[in-house]
C-alpha cells in the first residue's frame, strides 16, 4: 500500500502526483493541510518538507527521490532517458524547476493564493509586483530559449523535466497570472501542451476538487 504524505497544490506534491499517474500506480493522499511540524513528521521527512511517500513502511521524503524511486520500481513508462546525455538534461531541468522556478513563482502564488486562502491574511501585492518585474522574467527568458516546438523539452518526449517545470507554473497560473503568451510564445505554448496530458489534466481536476473540500 502506498501513500503520499502533502498538500495537493504544492507544485513537488503535484509532480509526484503526475508520475504516479503516469505510471498507473495506486496510491492514497494524505493531504496534510496545514503541514504539521511535529516530531512525528519530522522523523518521515528530517528537512520538515513535503511530500513523504510511504510504501508498507518504507519511507522516503523528497519529491526527487521519490520519483526516481517510483522509476526504479516501476519502469514503464519511462520518464527518465536511458541517454545519459539526455538523462543529465532532464535532472539538470528537474532541479532548475525545483528550486529557481519555485523560487521566482512561489512568492506570487503564496500571496495571492496562500494568505488570502488559508492564513486568513492580506496580500502583499508589493511582494507581487517586484517578483513579476525581476525574478519572474529571468526565469521565464531562460525557459523560453530552452524549449522547442516539441511537447518533451528533452528528446521531443515527455519527461520528469516536463513535469518539473509545468508543475510550479501552474501554481502561478492559480493565482491569476499567466505566461504571456506574446512574451514567451514557445514557453507559453510548452505549458499549454503539457498541462494538456490527459493524466496531467485528470491530477489538476482532483487537485482542485481537493482544494474546494479543504
Not at 86 to 95: C, D, H, K, N, V
Request: charged residues 25%; contains cysteine.
Amino acid at each position: 500500500m502506498i501513500t503520499l504524505h502533502g498538500a495537493p497544490a504544492s507544485p513537488f506534491v503535484r509532480k509526484v502526483r503526475v508520475v504516479l499517474a503516469e505510471k498507473r500506480i495506486s496510491y492514497t493522499l494524505d493531504p496534510l493541510v496545514p503541514v504539521p511540524k511535529t516530531e512525528a513528521f519530522l522523523r518521515m521527512s528530517p528537512l520538515g518538507k513535503i511530500p513523504f511517500f510511504e510504501e508498507d513502511g518504507f519511507v522516503v521524503p523528497d519529491s526527487s527521490v521519490i520519483c526516481a524511486y517510483l522509476e526504479r520500481t516501476r519502469p514503464e513508462p519511462a520518464l527518465y532517458p536511458s541517454d545519459p546525455r539526455q538523462l543529465a538534461r532532464a535532472l539538470w531541468y528537474e532541479e532548475y524547476g525545483d528550486t529557481r522556478l519555485v523560487e521566482a513563482t512561489g512568492p506570487v502564488f503564496f500571496q495571492r493564493f496562500v494568505r488570502p486562502n488559508i492564513l486568513a491574511e492580506k496580500t502583499d501585492e508589493n511582494v507581487v509586483r517586484e517578483a513579476l518585474s525581476t525574478a519572474v522574467p529571468l526565469v521565464f527568458d531562460y525557459l523560453e530559449s530552452q524549449v522547442g516546438d516539441a511537447d518533451g523539452i528533452v528528446g521531443g518526449r515527455f519527461t520528469i523535466a516536463d513535469i518539473a517545470i509545468c508543475s510550479p507554473l501552474v501554481n502561478f497560473h492559480a493565482a491569476g497570472e499567466a505566461v504571456d503568451g506574446q512574451r514567451w510564445p514557445k514557453l507559453a505554448r510548452y505549458y499549454a501542451a503539457v498541462t494538456a496530458r490527459p493524466v496531467f489534466r485528470t491530477v489538476l481536476e482532483e487537485e482542485r476538487a481537493a482544494v474546494r473540500a479543504a
